[in-house]
């Protein structure tokens, strides 16, 4: 390892429990001139080192501003943080499950599928709910069967898994058939 490279990790390091969260709070202030620059520190300290703070502030029900920064930097990862949001579908926080669900179907990767629909049996219906919506973002048949029996629940399990196989239904007819050429 060249001693540039070991100083830059030093830096990131050391700028890992402080300036860390200034810049995932600044990425949800809408307002700010640095939104955007702090979206790109972030993706550039990268996953590794940023996981540990992002899924804390997720956490975090008293600081809405660094939980939705984090929210969004963990959808910036992209493939790389599905792994650790189908994961975090199984928190023992309701929120976080649910907030997992929602940066999940924001991604859009297949990967989520399984546990998305997994997620269609969780005990918190507002977790249901944003795993039924994830899903349709995905748009994957797989998911029909699951928001089927999901549409036999209660009246709001219903109405979700209802809308969630309307759309479905609606953008399979926009897609062409696997195999042929649009």
């Not at 702090?38 to 940023?50: E, N, P, Q, R, S």
């Not at 998305?116 to 918190?124: C, G, N, S, Y």
């Not at 795993?131 to 219903?158: F, H, S, Y």
Request: contains cysteine; negative net charge; glycine residues 6%.
């Amino acid at each position: 390892m060249t001693t540039e490279k070991c100083s830059n990790e030093q830096s990131l390091v050391a700028m890992h429990d402080t300036t860390l969260p200034e810049l995932v709070r600044m990425i949800a202030d809408r307002s700010s001139a640095y939104r955007q620059k702090a979206m790109d520190l972030v993706l550039m300290v990268g996953l590794k080192v940023c996981l540990p703070i992002l899924e804390e502030a997720v956490r975090n029900d008293a600081d809405a501003d660094l939980r939705n920064g984090a929210m969004e930097a963990l959808v910036a990862f992209g493939e790389m943080a599905v792994p650790h949001l189908t994961k975090l579908l199984t928190d023992d926080n309701e929120e976080v499950r649910n907030f997992s669900a929602v940066m999940l179907g924001d991604i859009g990767n297949p990967q989520a599928v399984m546990p998305l629909i997994d997620a269609l049996r969780d005990p918190d219906e507002n977790v249901r709910h944003g795993a039924a919506e994830a899903l349709v973002k995905i748009g994957d048949c797989r998911a029909v069967p699951a928001l089927q029996t999901m549409a036999e629940g209660n009246l709001w399990d219903r109405f979700y898994a209802s809308a969630a196989l309307e759309l479905l239904a609606g953008a399979g007819k926009d897609r062409p058939e696997p195999g042929k050429e649009p």
